[in-house]
Protein backbone atom coordinates (compact mmCIF):
# COMPACT_ATOMS: atom_id res chain seq x y z
CA UNK A 1 0.00 0.00 0.00
CA UNK A 2 1.36 3.21 -0.97
CA UNK A 3 1.51 5.76 2.04
CA UNK A 4 2.49 8.82 -0.79
CA UNK A 5 -0.60 11.57 -1.26
CA UNK A 6 0.31 14.21 -3.73
CA UNK A 7 -1.06 17.59 -3.35
CA UNK A 8 -1.67 19.46 -5.95
CA UNK A 9 -4.20 23.18 -6.69
CA UNK A 10 -5.96 24.49 -9.65
CA UNK A 11 -8.94 26.81 -10.89
CA UNK A 12 -10.61 24.55 -12.53
CA UNK A 13 -10.65 20.54 -12.06
CA UNK A 14 -12.16 18.27 -14.99
CA UNK A 15 -12.79 15.03 -14.28
CA UNK A 16 -13.07 13.10 -17.47
CA UNK A 17 -10.28 12.98 -20.24
CA UNK A 18 -12.53 12.67 -22.83
CA UNK A 19 -14.40 14.52 -25.66
CA UNK A 20 -16.33 16.60 -22.99
CA UNK A 21 -14.02 16.99 -20.88
CA UNK A 22 -11.26 18.22 -23.22
CA UNK A 23 -13.56 20.80 -24.89
CA UNK A 24 -14.08 21.92 -21.17
CA UNK A 25 -10.40 22.12 -20.05
CA UNK A 26 -9.48 23.71 -23.51
CA UNK A 27 -12.31 26.37 -22.66
CA UNK A 28 -11.10 27.70 -19.67
CA UNK A 29 -6.98 27.06 -20.86
CA UNK A 30 -8.00 29.60 -23.76
CA UNK A 31 -9.08 31.88 -21.42
CA UNK A 32 -5.69 31.33 -19.34
CA UNK A 33 -6.83 30.16 -16.51
CA UNK A 34 -5.31 26.70 -14.66
CA UNK A 35 -6.86 23.78 -15.38
CA UNK A 36 -5.64 20.23 -14.93
CA UNK A 37 -7.83 17.38 -16.04
CA UNK A 38 -7.78 13.62 -14.83
CA UNK A 39 -8.86 10.44 -16.45
CA UNK A 40 -8.65 6.79 -14.86
CA UNK A 41 -7.87 5.90 -18.61
CA UNK A 42 -4.36 6.47 -20.17
CA UNK A 43 -4.70 9.56 -22.60
CA UNK A 44 -4.85 8.05 -25.74
CA UNK A 45 -7.47 5.05 -24.78
CA UNK A 46 -10.81 7.08 -24.02
CA UNK A 47 -14.29 5.87 -25.30
CA UNK A 48 -15.39 8.55 -27.75
CA UNK A 49 -13.12 7.25 -30.30
CA UNK A 50 -16.05 4.54 -30.75
CA UNK A 51 -18.21 6.99 -31.27
CA UNK A 52 -18.52 7.19 -35.30
CA UNK A 53 -21.69 8.44 -37.31
CA UNK A 54 -21.57 12.14 -36.82
CA UNK A 55 -22.36 15.81 -35.18
CA UNK A 56 -25.27 17.45 -35.79
CA UNK A 57 -25.50 20.85 -36.32
CA UNK A 58 -28.16 23.07 -38.89
CA UNK A 59 -25.46 24.41 -41.71
CA UNK A 60 -27.58 24.08 -44.16
CA UNK A 61 -24.57 23.11 -45.80
CA UNK A 62 -26.55 19.92 -47.78
CA UNK A 63 -29.94 20.73 -46.95
CA UNK A 64 -30.38 24.73 -47.54
CA UNK A 65 -33.83 25.18 -46.34
CA UNK A 66 -32.58 23.14 -42.30
CA UNK A 67 -32.42 25.98 -40.10
CA UNK A 68 -31.36 25.21 -35.93
CA UNK A 69 -34.87 26.37 -35.24
CA UNK A 70 -36.12 22.93 -36.82
CA UNK A 71 -33.15 20.90 -35.32
CA UNK A 72 -34.93 22.21 -31.82
CA UNK A 73 -37.90 21.03 -33.38
CA UNK A 74 -36.82 17.61 -33.87
CA UNK A 75 -34.90 16.97 -30.72
CA UNK A 76 -38.19 18.07 -28.87
CA UNK A 77 -39.78 15.89 -30.92
CA UNK A 78 -37.83 12.99 -30.45
CA UNK A 79 -37.24 13.38 -26.87
CA UNK A 80 -41.29 12.30 -26.04
CA UNK A 81 -41.81 15.89 -25.20
CA UNK A 82 -38.75 15.35 -21.75
CA UNK A 83 -36.46 17.50 -23.16
CA UNK A 84 -35.65 20.66 -21.16
CA UNK A 85 -36.73 23.21 -24.02
CA UNK A 86 -34.17 25.76 -22.54
CA UNK A 87 -31.08 23.01 -23.24
CA UNK A 88 -32.18 22.47 -26.65
CA UNK A 89 -32.55 25.49 -27.68
CA UNK A 90 -29.09 26.11 -26.26
CA UNK A 91 -27.19 23.37 -28.13
CA UNK A 92 -28.85 23.53 -31.17
CA UNK A 93 -28.03 27.71 -31.78
CA UNK A 94 -24.86 27.04 -30.71
CA UNK A 95 -23.98 23.89 -32.88
CA UNK A 96 -22.61 25.59 -35.46
CA UNK A 97 -20.36 27.26 -33.81
CA UNK A 98 -19.29 23.89 -32.16
CA UNK A 99 -18.45 22.58 -35.35
CA UNK A 100 -16.43 25.49 -36.80
CA UNK A 101 -14.60 25.30 -33.54
CA UNK A 102 -13.70 22.05 -34.23
CA UNK A 103 -12.23 23.19 -38.09
CA UNK A 104 -10.24 25.59 -35.98
CA UNK A 105 -8.74 22.57 -34.13
CA UNK A 106 -7.70 21.11 -37.39
CA UNK A 107 -11.20 18.40 -37.38
CA UNK A 108 -10.90 16.42 -41.00
CA UNK A 109 -14.63 17.18 -42.55
CA UNK A 110 -15.79 15.04 -45.18
CA UNK A 111 -16.62 17.72 -47.99
CA UNK A 112 -18.87 18.62 -50.80
CA UNK A 113 -17.38 19.17 -54.45
CA UNK A 114 -18.00 23.10 -53.66
CA UNK A 115 -15.43 22.37 -50.52
CA UNK A 116 -18.46 23.06 -47.50
CA UNK A 117 -18.96 20.52 -44.77
CA UNK A 118 -20.91 17.06 -46.01
CA UNK A 119 -24.36 16.16 -44.63
CA UNK A 120 -25.80 12.95 -44.69
CA UNK A 121 -28.96 11.57 -42.71
CA UNK A 122 -29.62 10.28 -39.44
CA UNK A 123 -32.85 8.46 -38.00
CA UNK A 124 -35.70 10.78 -37.42
CA UNK A 125 -33.95 14.01 -38.67
CA UNK A 126 -36.13 16.52 -40.89
CA UNK A 127 -32.81 17.02 -43.22
CA UNK A 128 -29.50 16.02 -43.65
CA UNK A 129 -27.36 18.18 -40.75
CA UNK A 130 -25.39 15.79 -39.78
CA UNK A 131 -21.75 16.29 -40.56
CA UNK A 132 -18.85 13.51 -40.46
CA UNK A 133 -15.34 12.42 -40.95
CA UNK A 134 -16.03 9.11 -42.33
CA UNK A 135 -16.96 6.49 -40.24
CA UNK A 136 -14.02 7.46 -37.63
CA UNK A 137 -16.21 10.67 -36.54
CA UNK A 138 -15.42 9.97 -32.65
CA UNK A 139 -11.41 8.84 -33.65
CA UNK A 140 -10.74 12.30 -35.66
CA UNK A 141 -12.61 14.90 -32.79
CA UNK A 142 -10.18 12.84 -30.02
CA UNK A 143 -7.79 13.26 -32.16
CA UNK A 144 -8.27 17.34 -32.92
CA UNK A 145 -8.76 17.74 -28.88
CA UNK A 146 -5.62 15.78 -27.87
CA UNK A 147 -3.98 18.03 -29.92
CA UNK A 148 -5.54 21.30 -29.20
CA UNK A 149 -5.01 20.61 -25.34
CA UNK A 150 -1.39 19.34 -25.85
CA UNK A 151 -0.85 22.90 -27.49
CA UNK A 152 -2.42 24.68 -24.87
CA UNK A 153 -0.45 22.75 -22.05
CA UNK A 154 -3.13 21.27 -20.17
CA UNK A 155 -1.99 18.91 -17.41
CA UNK A 156 -3.37 15.50 -18.45
CA UNK A 157 -2.81 12.83 -15.20
CA UNK A 158 -4.26 9.73 -16.51
CA UNK A 159 -4.24 5.82 -14.87
CA UNK A 160 -5.99 8.70 -11.77
CA UNK A 161 -9.28 6.94 -10.46
CA UNK A 162 -11.40 9.84 -8.64
CA UNK A 163 -12.87 8.19 -5.69
CA UNK A 164 -14.58 11.31 -4.08
CA UNK A 165 -15.52 14.78 -5.02
CA UNK A 166 -14.25 17.10 -1.75
CA UNK A 167 -17.38 18.88 -0.37
CA UNK A 168 -17.74 21.52 2.31
CA UNK A 169 -21.11 23.02 3.59
CA UNK A 170 -22.70 22.39 0.21
CA UNK A 171 -19.52 23.47 -1.83
CA UNK A 172 -17.21 21.68 -3.77
CA UNK A 173 -13.27 22.08 -3.46
CA UNK A 174 -11.54 19.50 -5.30
CA UNK A 175 -11.32 15.98 -5.44
CA UNK A 176 -9.60 12.63 -4.15
CA UNK A 177 -8.49 9.59 -5.82
CA UNK A 178 -5.14 7.24 -6.18
CA UNK A 179 -2.93 6.38 -9.02
CA UNK A 180 -4.62 2.78 -10.63
CA UNK A 181 -0.67 1.49 -11.08
CA UNK A 182 1.38 2.52 -7.84
CA UNK A 183 -1.52 3.33 -5.58
CA UNK A 184 -0.03 6.74 -4.95
CA UNK A 185 -2.82 8.90 -3.28
CA UNK A 186 -4.22 12.67 -5.08
CA UNK A 187 -5.34 15.55 -3.28
CA UNK A 188 -6.75 17.84 -5.63
CA UNK A 189 -7.62 20.99 -4.47
CA UNK A 190 -9.75 23.27 -6.56
CA UNK A 191 -12.05 26.20 -6.95
CA UNK A 192 -14.66 24.60 -9.51
CA UNK A 193 -14.83 20.39 -10.56
CA UNK A 194 -16.49 19.65 -13.79
CA UNK A 195 -18.00 16.17 -13.92
CA UNK A 196 -17.27 14.40 -17.52
CA UNK A 197 -17.37 10.73 -16.29
CA UNK A 198 -19.78 9.61 -18.80
CA UNK A 199 -23.03 7.68 -17.77
CA UNK A 200 -24.14 3.88 -16.69
CA UNK A 201 -24.54 1.74 -19.42
CA UNK A 202 -21.95 -0.89 -18.39
CA UNK A 203 -24.48 -1.96 -15.65
CA UNK A 204 -26.42 -3.72 -18.62
CA UNK A 205 -24.79 -7.56 -19.34
CA UNK A 206 -24.63 -6.24 -23.23
CA UNK A 207 -23.53 -2.86 -23.47
CA UNK A 208 -21.36 -0.38 -25.79
CA UNK A 209 -19.05 0.24 -23.31
CA UNK A 210 -15.91 -1.25 -22.01
CA UNK A 211 -15.26 -3.28 -18.66
CA UNK A 212 -13.71 -0.56 -16.47
CA UNK A 213 -16.13 2.70 -17.90
CA UNK A 214 -19.55 3.90 -17.68
CA UNK A 215 -20.01 1.70 -14.72
CA UNK A 216 -22.05 5.19 -12.97
CA UNK A 217 -18.65 7.12 -11.63
CA UNK A 218 -20.45 10.18 -12.36
CA UNK A 219 -24.18 9.33 -11.09
CA UNK A 220 -22.33 8.15 -7.44
CA UNK A 221 -19.58 11.02 -7.75
CA UNK A 222 -22.34 13.73 -8.03
CA UNK A 223 -24.80 11.68 -5.25
CA UNK A 224 -22.66 11.85 -2.70
CA UNK A 225 -21.07 15.47 -2.65
CA UNK A 226 -24.88 15.85 -2.45
CA UNK A 227 -26.30 16.65 -6.17
CA UNK A 228 -29.65 14.88 -8.15
CA UNK A 229 -29.80 12.66 -10.66
CA UNK A 230 -32.88 13.00 -13.13
CA UNK A 231 -34.33 10.72 -15.41
CA UNK A 232 -31.42 7.47 -14.73
CA UNK A 233 -34.67 4.92 -16.26
CA UNK A 234 -34.01 6.51 -19.78
CA UNK A 235 -31.51 4.40 -21.12
CA UNK A 236 -31.19 4.22 -24.63
CA UNK A 237 -30.25 0.79 -26.16
CA UNK A 238 -28.57 1.00 -29.74
CA UNK A 239 -29.87 -1.90 -32.11
CA UNK A 240 -26.91 -2.72 -33.62
CA UNK A 241 -24.89 -4.32 -31.10
CA UNK A 242 -22.87 -7.43 -31.83
CA UNK A 243 -22.95 -10.56 -30.40
CA UNK A 244 -20.06 -12.47 -31.16
CA UNK A 245 -17.33 -13.02 -30.16
CA UNK A 246 -18.08 -13.18 -26.50
CA UNK A 247 -15.10 -10.62 -26.03
CA UNK A 248 -16.65 -7.82 -28.43
CA UNK A 249 -20.16 -8.35 -26.85
CA UNK A 250 -21.78 -5.29 -27.54
CA UNK A 251 -19.54 -3.72 -29.95
CA UNK A 252 -21.31 -1.08 -31.49
CA UNK A 253 -22.02 -0.80 -35.73
CA UNK A 254 -21.88 2.79 -36.51
CA UNK A 255 -25.43 4.67 -36.84
CA UNK A 256 -24.25 5.48 -40.22
CA UNK A 257 -24.38 1.34 -41.78
CA UNK A 258 -28.49 2.39 -41.48
CA UNK A 259 -27.87 5.73 -42.58
CA UNK A 260 -26.20 4.47 -45.68
CA UNK A 261 -28.78 2.38 -46.46
CA UNK A 262 -28.03 -0.71 -44.61
CA UNK A 263 -31.49 -3.24 -44.09
CA UNK A 264 -32.32 -5.29 -40.99
CA UNK A 265 -34.04 -8.80 -41.23
CA UNK A 266 -34.96 -11.54 -39.86
CA UNK A 267 -34.33 -14.50 -39.92
CA UNK A 268 -37.48 -15.67 -42.42
CA UNK A 269 -35.39 -13.18 -44.30
CA UNK A 270 -38.23 -10.25 -44.22
CA UNK A 271 -37.45 -6.88 -43.95
CA UNK A 272 -38.92 -6.12 -40.81
CA UNK A 273 -39.05 -2.29 -40.49
CA UNK A 274 -42.10 -2.19 -42.96
CA UNK A 275 -44.35 -4.00 -39.77
CA UNK A 276 -43.36 -1.01 -37.46
CA UNK A 277 -41.86 2.20 -39.12
CA UNK A 278 -42.98 1.80 -42.82
CA UNK A 279 -42.00 5.60 -43.54
CA UNK A 280 -38.53 6.04 -42.30
CA UNK A 281 -37.79 1.97 -42.45
CA UNK A 282 -34.18 1.67 -40.71
CA UNK A 283 -33.49 5.08 -40.58
CA UNK A 284 -36.09 5.89 -37.42
CA UNK A 285 -35.31 6.50 -34.42
CA UNK A 286 -32.57 4.41 -32.14
CA UNK A 287 -35.37 3.35 -29.73
CA UNK A 288 -38.22 2.23 -32.22
CA UNK A 289 -35.69 0.43 -34.26
CA UNK A 290 -34.52 -1.45 -30.83
CA UNK A 291 -37.65 -2.47 -29.90
CA UNK A 292 -38.82 -4.10 -33.15
CA UNK A 293 -35.69 -5.75 -33.50
CA UNK A 294 -36.59 -6.97 -29.53
CA UNK A 295 -39.63 -7.64 -30.61
CA UNK A 296 -38.78 -10.05 -33.79
CA UNK A 297 -36.24 -11.73 -31.10
CA UNK A 298 -38.99 -12.49 -28.58
CA UNK A 299 -41.70 -13.31 -31.03
CA UNK A 300 -39.35 -16.33 -32.10
CA UNK A 301 -38.40 -14.69 -35.80
CA UNK A 302 -34.61 -13.38 -34.74
CA UNK A 303 -31.15 -15.51 -34.97
CA UNK A 304 -30.37 -18.89 -33.25
CA UNK A 305 -28.16 -16.71 -31.29
CA UNK A 306 -30.51 -14.10 -30.53
CA UNK A 307 -30.07 -11.28 -32.73
CA UNK A 308 -31.22 -10.02 -36.04
CA UNK A 309 -29.16 -9.29 -39.44
CA UNK A 310 -28.00 -6.15 -40.32
CA UNK A 311 -27.58 -6.48 -44.46
CA UNK A 312 -25.18 -4.37 -46.38
CA UNK A 313 -24.30 -6.66 -49.37
CA UNK A 314 -26.67 -4.94 -51.95
CA UNK A 315 -24.57 -1.53 -51.41
CA UNK A 316 -21.95 -0.75 -53.73
CA UNK A 317 -19.24 -2.07 -52.29
CA UNK A 318 -16.76 1.18 -53.20
CA UNK A 319 -18.85 2.89 -51.40
CA UNK A 320 -18.85 0.61 -48.40
CA UNK A 321 -15.42 0.67 -48.48
CA UNK A 322 -15.38 4.77 -48.54
CA UNK A 323 -18.21 5.83 -45.98
CA UNK A 324 -17.96 2.71 -44.02
CA UNK A 325 -14.54 1.67 -43.59
CA UNK A 326 -14.39 1.26 -39.89
CA UNK A 327 -17.56 -1.21 -39.76
CA UNK A 328 -15.67 -3.29 -42.43
CA UNK A 329 -12.97 -3.28 -40.76
CA UNK A 330 -14.26 -3.93 -37.45
CA UNK A 331 -15.97 -6.76 -38.70
CA UNK A 332 -12.80 -8.53 -40.57
CA UNK A 333 -11.06 -8.18 -37.17
CA UNK A 334 -13.59 -9.43 -34.85
CA UNK A 335 -15.30 -11.69 -36.97
CA UNK A 336 -13.59 -12.60 -40.33
CA UNK A 337 -16.76 -11.58 -42.50
CA UNK A 338 -16.52 -9.36 -45.33
CA UNK A 339 -19.85 -7.13 -44.59
CA UNK A 340 -20.20 -6.15 -48.82
CA UNK A 341 -21.01 -9.89 -48.96
CA UNK A 342 -22.49 -11.17 -45.65
CA UNK A 343 -24.97 -9.82 -43.16
CA UNK A 344 -23.97 -8.87 -40.28
CA UNK A 345 -25.79 -10.42 -36.94
CA UNK A 346 -26.84 -7.86 -34.34
CA UNK A 347 -28.83 -7.18 -31.36
CA UNK A 348 -29.99 -4.37 -29.11
CA UNK A 349 -27.26 -3.58 -26.73
CA UNK A 350 -27.39 -0.59 -23.86
CA UNK A 351 -25.81 2.35 -25.43
CA UNK A 352 -26.12 5.70 -23.77
CA UNK A 353 -27.56 7.68 -20.64
CA UNK A 354 -29.80 10.04 -21.87
CA UNK A 355 -30.62 11.12 -17.94
CA UNK A 356 -27.52 12.02 -15.64
CA UNK A 357 -26.85 14.34 -13.05
CA UNK A 358 -29.40 17.31 -12.73
CA UNK A 359 -28.28 20.48 -14.09
CA UNK A 360 -28.94 23.67 -15.06
CA UNK A 361 -29.60 24.86 -18.57
CA UNK A 362 -28.05 27.89 -18.85
CA UNK A 363 -24.72 26.31 -17.13
CA UNK A 364 -24.65 22.84 -16.38
CA UNK A 365 -24.18 23.75 -12.98
CA UNK A 366 -25.67 21.28 -9.88
CA UNK A 367 -26.81 21.66 -6.67
CA UNK A 368 -23.60 21.70 -5.22
CA UNK A 369 -21.65 25.50 -5.65
CA UNK A 370 -18.81 25.04 -8.18
CA UNK A 371 -19.61 21.82 -9.65
CA UNK A 372 -20.75 21.51 -13.18
CA UNK A 373 -21.65 17.93 -15.29
CA UNK A 374 -21.27 17.72 -18.94
CA UNK A 375 -21.71 15.11 -21.94
CA UNK A 376 -22.97 11.55 -20.96
CA UNK A 377 -22.75 12.80 -17.07
CA UNK A 378 -25.21 15.53 -17.41
CA UNK A 379 -29.06 15.38 -18.22
CA UNK A 380 -31.96 17.78 -19.65
CA UNK A 381 -30.79 17.55 -24.02
CA UNK A 382 -32.55 13.80 -25.00
CA UNK A 383 -35.50 13.19 -22.59
CA UNK A 384 -36.68 9.81 -23.77
CA UNK A 385 -34.93 9.17 -26.80
CA UNK A 386 -31.94 10.40 -28.63
CA UNK A 387 -31.80 12.36 -31.81
CA UNK A 388 -28.84 10.46 -33.38
CA UNK A 389 -25.88 12.69 -33.30
CA UNK A 390 -26.76 15.22 -30.76
CA UNK A 391 -24.49 13.43 -28.34
CA UNK A 392 -21.20 14.68 -29.85
CA UNK A 393 -22.74 18.49 -31.03
CA UNK A 394 -23.85 18.65 -27.07
CA UNK A 395 -20.12 18.03 -25.67
CA UNK A 396 -19.07 20.51 -27.67
CA UNK A 397 -21.49 23.40 -26.87
CA UNK A 398 -21.59 22.89 -23.17
CA UNK A 399 -18.11 21.85 -22.87
CA UNK A 400 -17.44 25.00 -23.47
CA UNK A 401 -20.32 26.84 -21.56
CA UNK A 402 -19.52 24.91 -18.41
CA UNK A 403 -15.95 25.65 -18.85
CA UNK A 404 -16.58 29.43 -19.10
CA UNK A 405 -18.97 29.22 -16.14
CA UNK A 406 -16.49 27.77 -14.26
CA UNK A 407 -14.10 29.74 -15.03
CA UNK A 408 -16.16 32.78 -14.08
CA UNK A 409 -16.86 31.30 -10.85
CA UNK A 410 -13.53 30.57 -9.93
CA UNK A 411 -12.77 34.42 -10.52
CA UNK A 412 -15.47 35.70 -8.14
CA UNK A 413 -14.29 33.28 -5.03
CA UNK A 414 -13.24 35.64 -2.63
CA UNK A 415 -11.78 32.68 -0.27
CA UNK A 416 -10.84 29.19 -1.27
CA UNK A 417 -13.01 26.33 0.61
CA UNK A 418 -11.47 23.77 2.61
CA UNK A 419 -12.61 20.80 5.21
CA UNK A 420 -10.37 18.52 6.62
CA UNK A 421 -12.86 16.29 8.17
CA UNK A 422 -13.59 16.06 3.95
CA UNK A 423 -10.86 15.18 3.10
CA UNK A 424 -10.17 12.85 6.07
CA UNK A 425 -13.13 10.84 5.28
CA UNK A 426 -12.10 10.52 1.59
CA UNK A 427 -8.59 9.10 2.78
CA UNK A 428 -10.67 6.72 5.29
CA UNK A 429 -12.90 5.57 2.73
CA UNK A 430 -9.72 4.04 0.39
CA UNK A 431 -8.04 2.94 3.37
CA UNK A 432 -10.93 0.88 4.45
CA UNK A 433 -11.81 -0.62 1.04
CA UNK A 434 -7.47 -1.54 0.88
CA UNK A 435 -7.76 -3.64 4.29
CA UNK A 436 -11.32 -5.28 3.45
CA UNK A 437 -10.87 -8.83 2.92
CA UNK A 438 -13.94 -10.14 3.22
CA UNK A 439 -15.26 -13.45 1.36
CA UNK A 440 -16.84 -11.87 -1.53
CA UNK A 441 -15.74 -11.45 -5.11
CA UNK A 442 -16.24 -7.61 -6.30
CA UNK A 443 -15.89 -8.90 -9.99
CA UNK A 444 -18.55 -11.22 -8.82
CA UNK A 445 -21.01 -8.78 -7.26
CA UNK A 446 -20.51 -6.25 -10.68
CA UNK A 447 -21.46 -9.14 -13.01
CA UNK A 448 -24.90 -10.02 -10.60
CA UNK A 449 -25.76 -6.17 -10.83
CA UNK A 450 -25.33 -6.66 -14.77
CA UNK A 451 -27.35 -9.94 -14.68
CA UNK A 452 -30.21 -8.36 -12.62
CA UNK A 453 -30.97 -5.00 -14.81
CA UNK A 454 -30.61 -7.38 -17.75
CA UNK A 455 -33.29 -9.05 -17.02
CA UNK A 456 -35.50 -7.03 -15.02
CA UNK A 457 -34.57 -3.89 -16.75
CA UNK A 458 -33.76 -4.03 -20.20
CA UNK A 459 -35.73 -3.23 -23.46
CA UNK A 460 -39.04 -4.10 -21.93
CA UNK A 461 -40.04 -3.89 -18.39
CA UNK A 462 -42.83 -4.36 -15.92
CA UNK A 463 -43.77 -3.56 -12.36
CA UNK A 464 -43.19 -7.37 -11.03
CA UNK A 465 -39.43 -7.43 -12.95
CA UNK A 466 -38.27 -3.94 -11.49
CA UNK A 467 -39.31 -5.42 -8.16
CA UNK A 468 -37.65 -8.50 -8.43
CA UNK A 469 -34.67 -6.50 -9.39
CA UNK A 470 -34.71 -4.19 -6.56
CA UNK A 471 -34.76 -6.86 -4.19
CA UNK A 472 -31.80 -8.69 -5.87
CA UNK A 473 -29.91 -5.63 -5.57
CA UNK A 474 -30.53 -5.14 -2.00
CA UNK A 475 -29.24 -8.64 -1.37
CA UNK A 476 -26.01 -7.76 -3.31
CA UNK A 477 -25.66 -4.56 -1.26
CA UNK A 478 -25.90 -6.80 1.99
CA UNK A 479 -23.16 -8.85 0.39
CA UNK A 480 -21.03 -5.45 -0.55
CA UNK A 481 -20.29 -5.44 3.07
CA UNK A 482 -17.97 -7.96 2.88
CA UNK A 483 -15.99 -7.29 0.04
CA UNK A 484 -12.52 -7.89 -0.37
CA UNK A 485 -9.98 -6.24 -2.42
CA UNK A 486 -6.65 -7.59 -3.76
CA UNK A 487 -3.58 -5.25 -4.53
CA UNK A 488 -1.16 -7.12 -6.30
CA UNK A 489 2.19 -7.01 -8.88
CA UNK A 490 -0.69 -5.58 -11.54
CA UNK A 491 -1.83 -2.73 -9.90
CA UNK A 492 -4.46 -1.39 -7.92
CA UNK A 493 -7.31 -2.31 -10.26
CA UNK A 494 -8.69 -4.21 -7.96
CA UNK A 495 -9.74 -1.38 -5.49
CA UNK A 496 -11.25 0.34 -9.08
CA UNK A 497 -13.08 -2.20 -9.55
CA UNK A 498 -14.97 -2.19 -5.71
CA UNK A 499 -15.34 1.69 -6.16
CA UNK A 500 -17.19 0.91 -9.63
CA UNK A 501 -19.71 -2.03 -7.78
CA UNK A 502 -20.38 0.97 -5.59
CA UNK A 503 -21.02 3.11 -8.25
CA UNK A 504 -23.15 0.89 -10.70
CA UNK A 505 -25.45 -0.09 -7.45
CA UNK A 506 -26.07 3.27 -6.82
CA UNK A 507 -26.61 3.96 -10.55
CA UNK A 508 -29.02 0.44 -10.62
CA UNK A 509 -31.04 1.90 -7.71
CA UNK A 510 -31.77 4.98 -8.69
CA UNK A 511 -32.42 3.25 -12.87
CA UNK A 512 -34.88 0.70 -10.71
CA UNK A 513 -36.40 2.98 -8.91
CA UNK A 514 -36.89 5.73 -11.82
CA UNK A 515 -38.49 3.02 -14.08
CA UNK A 516 -41.19 1.85 -11.35
CA UNK A 517 -42.09 5.27 -11.07
CA UNK A 518 -42.69 5.43 -14.81
CA UNK A 519 -45.87 3.81 -15.21
CA UNK A 520 -45.88 4.11 -19.03
CA UNK A 521 -44.50 3.42 -22.33
CA UNK A 522 -42.46 7.08 -23.61
CA UNK A 523 -39.61 6.37 -25.62
CA UNK A 524 -36.98 4.16 -24.96
CA UNK A 525 -39.15 3.36 -22.14
CA UNK A 526 -40.86 0.49 -22.67
CA UNK A 527 -43.65 -1.27 -20.22
CA UNK A 528 -45.29 -3.78 -21.14
CA UNK A 529 -47.80 -3.74 -18.35
CA UNK A 530 -48.42 0.42 -19.16
CA UNK A 531 -48.23 0.26 -23.21
CA UNK A 532 -49.87 3.57 -23.19
CA UNK A 533 -47.99 6.83 -23.32
CA UNK A 534 -49.49 8.58 -20.16
CA UNK A 535 -49.96 12.43 -19.96
CA UNK A 536 -49.57 12.89 -16.67
CA UNK A 537 -46.30 11.79 -16.71
CA UNK A 538 -44.69 14.42 -18.95
CA UNK A 539 -42.43 15.20 -16.15
CA UNK A 540 -38.88 14.28 -15.52
CA UNK A 541 -37.92 12.13 -12.52
CA UNK A 542 -35.88 13.48 -10.24
CA UNK A 543 -33.89 11.12 -7.38
CA UNK A 544 -31.46 11.19 -4.79
CA UNK A 545 -30.37 9.12 -2.42
CA UNK A 546 -32.14 10.29 0.67
CA UNK A 547 -35.34 11.42 -0.82
CA UNK A 548 -35.82 8.41 -3.58
CA UNK A 549 -38.09 10.15 -6.61
CA UNK A 550 -39.43 13.44 -7.31
CA UNK A 551 -41.52 14.56 -9.80
CA UNK A 552 -40.45 18.22 -11.74
CA UNK A 553 -42.51 19.63 -14.08
CA UNK A 554 -40.76 19.83 -17.84
CA UNK A 555 -40.65 23.65 -19.05
CA UNK A 556 -43.12 24.66 -21.71
CA UNK A 557 -41.76 24.48 -25.43
CA UNK A 558 -41.73 28.06 -26.92
CA UNK A 559 -44.77 28.51 -29.53
CA UNK A 560 -42.42 29.00 -32.76
CA UNK A 561 -40.67 26.07 -32.15
CA UNK A 562 -43.65 24.12 -31.29
CA UNK A 563 -44.89 24.70 -34.99
CA UNK A 564 -42.15 23.44 -36.59
CA UNK A 565 -42.81 19.94 -35.16
CA UNK A 566 -44.65 16.91 -36.38
CA UNK A 567 -48.03 16.44 -35.52
CA UNK A 568 -48.91 15.08 -32.26
CA UNK A 569 -51.54 12.76 -30.93
CA UNK A 570 -53.92 14.38 -28.27
CA UNK A 571 -51.32 13.07 -25.20
CA UNK A 572 -48.23 13.99 -26.73
CA UNK A 573 -47.01 10.63 -28.45
CA UNK A 574 -45.06 11.94 -31.30
CA UNK A 575 -46.38 10.08 -34.60
CA UNK A 576 -44.28 8.89 -37.42
Not at 109 to 114: E, G, I, Y
Not at 547 to 568: K, S
Amino acid sequence: MSSLERQLATSVLVVGTGRSGLRAAIEVAEAGVAVIAVGKRPAADTHPVMASGGINAALATTDPADTWEQHAADTLQESCLLADPRTVLAVTRNAAQGIYDLERYGMRFDRQDDGRIAQRYFGAHTYRRTAFAGDRTGLEMQRVLSERANQLSIPVLSSLYVTRLLVDDGTVFGAYGFDLVDGSRYLVHADAVILATGGHTRIWRRASSRRDENTGDSFRLAAEAGARLRDTELVQFHPSGLIKPENAAGTLLSEAARGEGGILLNNLGERFMTRYEPERMERSGRDRVARACYTEIKEGRGTQAGGVWLDLSHLPREMVLARLSRVHQTLLDLQMVDVTRDPIEVAPTAYYSMGGVWVRPEDHSTDVNGLFAIGEAASGLHGANRLEGNSLIELLVYGQIAGRAATEYSAKLTGQQRSLGAVRAAQADVNRLLTAEGDQNVRALQRSVRHLMTEHAGVVRDEAGLAAGLAKLDEIETRMVDVGVHVDIGGFQDLAYAFNLRSSVLAARATLECALERRETRGCHIRSDYPDLNPDLKVNLVWSPETGVRREPVPPIPTDIAELMHDDSADGKPLE
